[in-house]
């Protein structure tokens, strides 16, 4: 089993920024993608952005430019860095990481941080 703690969310103003941290520990084989996805009140869950254990990375169009993830695979720890904050970005905040077991995937999830951006 896996664990997952996330940090860094709050309140922020807009044009502000922020950086989200999620650390896993427990029984891990082999950390494969690492992503932060989020959810807004009313709205379902969405990725925010991944990146691989080579170190590819994906971004949602809507943060492209703004939000950089990056990843410290000796610490099993994966990063969100949000800068110029808008409050649409407000939305509880998801880390989901891919542990590969020889040759099955288990993903697990975070608890969620909150960020809320004032306008």
């Known amino acids: 089993q896996v664990q997952l703690v996330e940090s860094g969310g709050g309140l922020v103003q807009a044009g502000g920024s922020l950086r989200l941290s999620c650390a896993a520990s427990?029984?891990?084989?082999?950390?494969?993608?690492m992503a932060w996805y989020r959810q807004a009140p009313g709205k379902q869950r969405g990725l925010v952005a991944a990146?691989?254990?080579?170190?590819?990375?994906d971004y949602v169009d809507s943060v492209k430019g703004r939000f950089t993830i990056s990843r410290d695979n000796a610490k099993n720890t994966v990063y969100l860095q949000m800068n110029s904050l808008k409050p649409e970005d407000t939305a509880v905040y998801y880390c989901?990481?891919?542990?590969?077991?020889?040759?099955?995937?288990?993903?697990?999830w975070g608890q969620g941080t909150q960020v809320t951006v004032s306008s």
């Open positions: 989901k990481v891919r542990d590969l077991v020889g040759v099955r995937e288990y993903d697990y």
């Open positions: 427990g029984r891990i084989f082999s950390i494969n993608t």
């Open positions: 990146i691989t254990s080579g170190g590819s990375t």
